[in-house]
């Protein structure tokens, strides 16, 4: 038990660590700032930040929200998305532990290494809520990628459960076959393809569709489906409550890339507790 308590702690500083880089990696992407081999600087005074003002929330908390330097507030997306995304390496990690037992150091080092991978995967639908949140885009230099990586993921584990049918990481991903989603995959794009031929790109966009596809390959049908049928309706009910705060609700657009992403998150973990909530309601 202590050894999956130090999994945890560990994991969730890697994952705070993760969500500072996402915050990097929104905020220069779109200023088009080279993210690799250009230093952390204040946007305003552009005085270089020293590596104590890096540390994820404790710097923030340290300089009291504002730059040491200059004095201008700091924005809280920087502590609240290093947060969220600890959050998701510590619940990537509940997930794994669940999964395997962890009996030695040898482990705990592979339950490590299959936490920070799906914690990876769950950082990169932060980063499109993010960035489609703040600039009403999934960018394409991200989803691309992301695409050829998930269906690289989809080969990798097919070859893995022809050859190694009893390895840990098929259980801890869930139910898989390539074929359904692949096909999750091309009719879940063809059904928002349809959606923006119908509304001719009011109701979604072609950002949307990619991120779609993307999750078809990464989740398979039944985690698809949970996923889109939890965006759809998270998507309906927030967009239904902030138009009536503004006080107009036809014409009114929202980031559907976020719920997507809430809805790929909720049915990575808690898929197959919803179907049992959802059968116990049918039956």
Partial sequence: MFLNYWV??????IGLSIGSFVNVLEIRTYKKIDFIKKRSFCPICKHTLNPIDLIPI????????????????????????EFLNGILFFASGLHVLSKMHINGISDVFISLIYSVFVGFIMSLFLFFALYDVKHKIILNKAIYPSIIFAFLCDVILAT?????????????????NI????LSSILGGLFILLVIILTKEKGMGGGDLKLVVLM????GFK???IAFYISVLSGALIGIIWGLYKGKIRGLKIPFGLFLSI?????????????????????
Avoid: A, D
């Avoid at 908390?61 to 997306?77: A, D, E, F």
């Avoid at 809805?263 to 039956?283: A, D, H, N, P």
């Fill in 263 to 283: 809805g790929t998150i909720i049915s990575f973990f808690y898929s197959s507790k919803i179907e049992e909530i959802f059968y116990k309601l049918c039956s």
């Fill in 179 to 182: 074929l359904w989603n692949l």
């Fill in 8 to 13: 945890l702690g560990i994991l969730f500083i």
């Fill in 160 to 176: 893995v459960m022809y050859f190694y049918p009893s390895c840990p990481f098929l259980s801890i991903w869930g139910e898989f």
């Fill in 58 to 81: 404790l710097s923030f908390i340290l300089i009291k929200g504002r730059c040491r330097y200059c004095g201008t507030k700091v924005s809280w997306q920087y502590p609240i998305v």
């Fill in 216 to 219: 078809g390959l990464l989740l």
């Fill in 223 to 225: 985690r698809f489906i």
